[in-house]
């Protein structure tokens, strides 16, 4: 079992920045490839972001490319979404996500999830 909890949701303007963070636990975290998701209400839970195991190699949705970043700290068993230039339309649940090895863009093939964290974007 891998634990994932989400921190530093909230709310912001429009052109704000936020950064969140996903503590895990449990499992060796180095050999989970690492991701973000987010749920908009009446949406679908859709891809924004993923990380190699090492942090090598990262992947975005085209929706979020230039604006955010996805990192991650093996020392500290922590994966982190920065986010600058919010819109409204980040606004959503982000969940953080763990698969063992390999990346997925498909929530349906996520491993382990987080409970979720709310980011709310003001206009």
């Known amino acids: 079992q891998v634990q994932l909890v989400e921190s530093g949701g909230g709310l912001v303007q429009a052109g704000g920045s936020l950064r969140l963070s996903c503590a895990a636990s449990?499992?060796?975290?180095?050999?989970?490839?690492m991701g973000w998701f987010r749920q908009a209400p009446g949406k679908e839970r859709e891809f924004v972001a993923a990380v190699t195991l090492s942090g090598g190699t990262r992947y975005y949705a085209d929706s979020v490319k230039g604006r955010f970043t996805i990192s991650r700290d093996n020392t500290k068993s922590t994966v982190y979404l920065q986010m600058n230039s919010l819109a409204p339309e980040d606004t959503a649940i982000y969940y953080c996500?763990?698969?063992?090895?390999?990346?997925?863009?498909?929530?349906?093939?996520?491993?382990?999830w987080g409970q979720g964290t709310q980011v709310t974007v003001s206009s």
């Open positions: 996500a763990a698969e063992y090895v390999r990346i997925t863009r498909a929530a349906g093939e996520v491993d382990y």
């Open positions: 449990g499992r060796t975290f180095s050999h989970y490839a």
